[in-house]
């Protein structure tokens, strides 16, 4: 399979990036739909109007936009441990951003639910020594509806002058300084008034490449297309269970899949790396490991049969 049409491990991989860098939002009982469309949000797409509270209680709404060039809105939950490790590291970075003329927002989305939530979160931010604003999000249908759809914490989202969405949204720890400059450059070619359509759907550098070309692959034939259909409905069917393989794949072999290693045997080893299974998932799992090696096959050669 070429590499710049991997299509569906990149797919896979929207489900599951905070698997290896966040949280599920299933441990913040969100909404778990399992399209990706329908879960990520639109480039140029409006943020929702809403109402709400800071931390301090004071009465806040979609005007906050206005007060920054760009709004990095970060999307957290007391229970997320990968939310609340980065936070020393969105504190220093915000004190970056902040000469430049924008902010991290924090939106904690289970400080709504009471106050002993609010507390609790309250706890966490000055336990981490945090001092940038945080914000619940009490009102507003469109924009509750945005939040629910938020599978994987932390997710990053940037937010001009204007309440418009830049790129896409960003899933996992930004706490890394490479991924802070890409947020960097997004949020500078947005001040200058750039075109703000460069894709930033996966900030993990180890697939970040491999995201952009994927989407970028609009010339497949219908074979092509069919064929990864297939290849996304066996992961669907059992959603679940390959949330739980693909958690421990192995991310050192990504860009030796169909160089040293098969895309089934890439998938075999994030299998044997998996120790929470039953009998019964494990039979479940290689019989779809399976089915991905035959599609695999017919993609392959649909593949080098157009590149002649």
């Known amino acids: 399979m070429k590499k710049t049409k991997l299509m569906i491990f ?40 809403f109402q709400g509270m800071d931390f301090d209680g004071n009465a806040i709404s979609e005007s906050i936009f206005e007060e920054n060039k760009v ?10 441990t990968a939310c609340v490790n980065e ?22 989305t289970e400080a709504a639910n009471g106050d002993q939530q609010l507390q609790e979160a309250k706890d966490i931010l000055k336990k981490q020594g945090c001092t940038f604003r945080n914000i619940v999000i009490t009102e507003g ?4 509806k945005f939040v629910s759809k938020i599978m994987a914490f932390p997710t990053t989202i940037l937010v001009n002058q204007n309440g418009k969405i ?18 960097v450059e997004l949020i500078q070619n947005a001040i200058s008034d750039s075109a703000m359509e460069q894709e930033v759907t996966n900030m993990d550098t180890s697939v970040g490449n491999e995201s952009n070309n994927a989407e970028a692959s609009t010339d497949m034939s219908p074979e092509l297309t069919v064929l990864y259909d ?40 994030a299998l044997e790396n998996t120790a929470d299974l039953t009998p019964e998932e494990i039979e479940q799992i290689s019989k779809d490991i399976e089915k991905i090696g035959e599609i695999n096959s017919q993609i392959q050669q649909l593949e080098s049969e157009s590149n002649k």
Request: aromatic share 8%; net charge negative.
């Open 141 to 144: 249908e469109e924009a509750q």
């Open 230 to 269: 297939d290849l996304n409905g066996v992961f669907s069917e059992h959603y679940d269970l390959w949330m739980k393989v693909l958690m421990n794949a192995p991310k050192d072999k990504i860009d030796q899949i169909d160089v040293e290693i098969s895309y089934p045997e890439y998938l075999t080893k």
């Open 166 to 183: 830049i790129g896409e949204p960003i899933t996992g720890s930004i706490e890394s300084k490479e991924k802070q400059q890409k947020i």
């Open 71 to 80: 709004t990095v809105l970060s999307f957290w939950f007391n229970g997320c």
């Open 10 to 49: 990149l797919i896979v991989s929207m489900f599951v990036l905070t698997s290896f860098v966040g949280c599920s939002a299933e441990n913040n009982h969100q909404n778990t739909d399992n399209s990706p469309s329908e879960n990520m949000t639109s480039a140029s797409e409006s943020f929702p109007n």
């Open 87 to 108: 936070m020393p590291d969105l504190e220093a970075f915000n004190q970056e951003l902040k000469e430049m003329g924008t902010e991290i927002i924090g939106v904690n």
